[in-house]
Structure formats: structure tokens, C-alpha cells
T-cell receptor, first 116, second 113 residues
Framework: NAGVMQNPRHLVRRRGQEARLRCSPM?????VYWYRQLPEEGLKFMVY????????ESGMPKERFSAEFPKEGPSILRIQQVVRGDSAAYFC??????????????FGPGTRLTVL | AQSVTQLDSQVPVFEEAPVELRCNYSSSVSVYLFWYVQYPNQGLQLLLK??????LVKGINGFEAEFNKSQTSFHLRKPSVHISDTAEYFCAVTLYNFNKFYFGSGTKLNVKP
């Protein structure tokens, strides 16, 4: 399955450490989205990126969170100085280049972050 | 603002029985609607989507959904469920040329033998 790849699948961090989550989109996809899923909740949009550009980060917390999608390599979601409330599943999705209209987003398996 | 409501957090059903998972949305503009399924410890898999055209949409694994604009609903149905359908189902909406999906809180379908 050459779908969206995320690693690591599980990540454990202590409070105050940094977490780096990686996402490789499907081949041919140039749009990447990050979502967070808290326990017993649906997915909440965080950020939308294209290569080297952040298009919409309206769902990102103002502090400690950042995202990038470099020209080469995977997209990275970075959480600095993690706190227990950051414990969640983080999903990446990708879609192909879009001229108009909505595109289906294809999701990766997620990274489950646990903050001790 | 857009929002999605899945009225049932859990739906227990016996194998081979029909099932309907409800989804309602609120939006002041036209929306596009999706259903995704999430198996334990996995990502989301697209079941079906409504973009335009026929309001009855057929998806994978025998699921279908009907878009009802007047009732702002997009309920998911299957006439006969299998044990393997046990999973969590998410309804999502997005807008034309919009970047983000809005997800409901999910419905856990538990199919019993």
C-alpha cells in the first residue's frame, strides 16, 4: 500500500521534551494536512501545507506547535515542550494538486503520542 | 461556521441486521460530504463521498448514504452488516475550494454475532 506514511506510529515523551512527527504523502500528492484526534473525539484540523508553504494554520495552537513541508523530504509536525494535554493521535492526510473543487483527503495510520 | 453532528456515539447491532448511522451538518453554503471508517489503531479509510449529482451515493463494503439538503443530513446505511464492519465511522464536510475537513465526533459500530 503506497499510501500516506507516518512515523513513528507510537511516540512516548516526557513533559518538556520535543516531539517530531513525520508524514510522507502519497506519490503525486502535493497537499498535506495535519489533524489531531483527542480521546473520544473526532479529528480536528490543525494545518494545511503545500511544498515549502503553510497555506492555512488556523487550527494550530499559537505556541509550541509548528509544521513544515520542505521541498525534499516528509512533512514534519513539531511540538516543543510537550505537556500531558498534547497526548493524542495525530493524523496526516494528503491530496493531489487541485485546480478547483474539493479533493478527497487520504489519511495515514496516525502517530499516537503519549506524554508522561 | 460549519459543524457536523453524529447523534449516536455507539450503535450496537446484530450481524446481518440493517444499520443506519446518522450525520447532520450545519452550513450556510453548499457543502461536500464524506464518510470515513477507522478500524482500531489504524488511519481513516474513505467509504464514500457526495460532491454533486445523485443524492444517493454508493461506497465500498456495501455502504451507501443519502444526501438530504432540506434536512441537512447525510446518513450512512448498510442493509446487512458483518462482524468485520465493527469500527468507528466519521462523517466529514468541506466546502468548495476549502482546505479543511470538519469531522463529527464519530459513531462506534459494534456488530455482534
Amino acid at each position: 500500500n503506497a499510501g500516506v506514511m507516518q512515523n513513528p506510529r507510537h511516540l512516548v515523551r516526557r513533559r518538556g521534551q520535543e516531539a517530531r512527527l513525520r508524514c510522507s504523502p502519497m506519490k503525486g500528492h502535493s497537499h498535506v494536512y495535519w489533524y489531531r484526534q483527542l480521546p473520544e473525539e473526532g479529528l480536528k484540523f490543525m494545518v494545511y501545507l503545500q511544498k515549502e508553504n503553510i497555506i492555512d494554520e488556523s487550527g494550530m495552537p499559537k505556541e509550541r506547535f509548528s509544521a513544515e513541508f520542505p521541498k525534499e523530504g516528509p512533512s514534519i509536525l513539531r511540538i516543543q515542550q510537550v505537556v500531558r494535554g498534547d497526548s493524542a493521535a495525530y493524523f496526516c492526510a494528503s491530496s493531489p494538486k487541485r485546480d478547483r473543487g474539493p479533493d478527497t483527503q487520504y489519511f495515514g495510520p496516525g502517530t499516537r503520542l503519549t506524554v508522561l | 461556521a460549519q459543524s457536523v453532528t453524529q447523534l449516536d456515539s455507539q450503535v450496537p447491532v446484530f450481524e446481518e441486521a440493517p444499520v443506519e448511522l446518522r450525520c447532520n451538518y450545519s452550513s450556510s453554503v453548499s457543502v461536500y460530504l464524506f464518510w470515513y471508517v477507522q478500524y482500531p489503531n489504524q488511519g481513516l479509510q474513505l467509504l464514500l463521498k457526495y460532491l454533486s449529482g445523485s443524492t444517493l451515493v454508493k461506497g465500498i463494503n456495501g455502504f451507501e448514504a443519502e444526501f438530504n439538503k432540506s434536512q441537512t443530513s447525510f446518513h450512512l446505511r448498510k442493509p446487512s452488516v458483518h462482524i468485520s464492519d465493527t469500527a468507528e465511522y466519521f462523517c466529514a464536510v468541506t466546502l468548495y475550494n476549502f482546505n479543511k475537513f470538519y469531522f463529527g465526533s464519530g459513531t462506534k459500530l459494534n456488530v455482534k454475532p
